[in-house]
């Protein structure tokens, strides 16, 4: 379930797009909800998901309930869509200092105006933070062990072709 703090668009076109939601979800019903007990809701935004067209360009602030954490097709994410869940679960975890390096050094990898070294370089720094002895070691909220092993691996492959 995908829940959001106000309208996620006005017409069901406008909530296909900015949701990035595929071609087979028609969109055609928004309805409110009530959660009736405490909830564990992971916030981020949604990503874009040009698979499914150029209009897919997303980005409305969401939360998702516990349990839907990773993307239904995982392999759709990029650098960008990988560092902001890991930080996003970082900081719900408590662990800020971590995510704003995540943060900062993934933002040195995709400046296209660093020099290729210096992408390199903070590509390799991430990649360490990847392994099961740093960030793999940390307790993340509502994230299964294997669950974040698997995204920390996407990341540090995704971070190896740069």
């Given at each position: 379930m995908f829940v959001t703090r106000g309208s996620a668009g006005a017409t069901a076109a406008d909530r296909r797009a900015n949701l990035a939601l595929?071609?087979?979800?028609s969109a055609t019903y928004?309805?409110?909800?009530?959660l009736t007990k405490?909830?564990?809701l992971l916030e981020g935004k949604v990503a874009p998901q040009l698979q499914w067209g150029q209009t897919k360009l997303a980005g409305v602030a969401g939360r998702h309930l516990?349990?839907?954490?990773h993307r239904s097709n995982d392999a759709t994410m990029n650098i960008r869509a990988?560092?902001?869940l890991i930080c996003d679960h970082l900081t719900?975890?408590?662990?800020q200092k971590e995510a704003d390096e995540v943060r900062q050094l993934t933002d040195a990898?995709?400046?296209?105006?660093?020099s290729l070294s210096a992408r390199q370089d903070a590509a390799k720094q991430l990649i360490s933070r990847c392994h099961v002895k740093w960030l793999g070691d940390y307790f993340i909220v509502g994230v299964s062990y294997d669950q974040w092993l698997k995204l920390l691996t996407q990341f540090s492959k995704?971070?190896?072709k740069v």
């Open positions: 595929p071609p087979n979800n928004e309805g409110n909800i009530a405490d909830q564990v516990r349990g839907q954490i990988c560092s902001d719900q975890s408590s662990f990898v995709l400046n296209e105006t660093a995704l971070l190896s």
